[in-house]
């Protein structure tokens, strides 16, 4: 069974930071895109990055110049670097990735961790 798992999450004040990672484990084969996605409460989930295979990264408006993605393909892992939090910023955290298994390219979602941001 592939699982990706988030650690990294917590309590912050605005303007700190905080790094999140997440790691692929199973069995799979190769892993295309990996991103992150949150979740405020009361609001529908919405992506924050992305980051292809061989590096592009694509940001929202919301991440860009504030966050940044990456991943080490060797590892298996994806991070989100998340600087200037801002009260805003709170919600829960999900990490994504496109992972090959057999012959089928399956989306797998972390269980997600929760990022508080204290004004």
């Known amino acids: 069974q592939v699982q990706l798992v988030e650690s990294g999450g917590g309590l912050v004040q605005a303007g700190g930071s905080l790094r999140l990672s997440c790691a692929a484990s199973?069995?799979?084969?190769?892993?295309?895109?990996m991103g992150w996605y949150r979740q405020a409460p009361g609001k529908q989930r919405e992506v924050i990055a992305i980051?292809?295979?061989?590096?592009?990264?694509t940001y929202a408006d919301s991440a860009q110049g504030r966050f940044t993605i990456s991943r080490d393909n060797a590892k298996n892992t994806v991070a989100l670097q998340m600087n200037s939090l801002k009260p805003e910023d709170t919600a829960d955290y999900y990490c994504?990735?496109?992972?090959?298994?057999?012959?089928?390219?399956?989306?797998?979602w972390g269980p997600g961790t929760q990022v508080t941001v204290s004004s």
């Open positions: 994504n990735a496109q992972i090959w298994v057999l012959s089928y390219v399956r989306t797998v």
């Open positions: 199973g069995r799979f084969g190769y892993i295309n895109d």
């Open positions: 980051i292809t295979s061989s590096g592009t990264t």
